[in-house]
């Protein structure tokens, strides 16, 4: 499950890798089934989940972005 809405997050300067794949991360999918179903190289597709991981999760963070979580209690 994300903790971040990503769509909420792009604009017209996200790299094309980042916007391609960020509509595939779940929680579920791996970086190989990301990269297949966004047509995008593995690679590429790694090293924009680790930017992600590095640099937009911290600053949705810090602007109150993150996603409020559901557990049953």
């Known amino acids: 499950m994300a903790l971040v809405d990503l769509n909420a997050l792009k604009d017209d300067n996200w790299d ?31 090293e924009t989940l680790r930017h992600m991981l590095y640099v937009v999760s911290p600053r949705a963070r810090a602007n109150g972005q993150i996603l409020p979580s559901h557990h049953d209690d």
Do not use: S
């Open 16 to 46: 094309i890798t980042a916007a391609r794949v960020a509509e595939y991360i779940d929680g579920v999918n791996h970086v190989a089934r990301i990269a297949e179903l966004a047509d995008a190289d593995p690679a590429l597709t790694r």
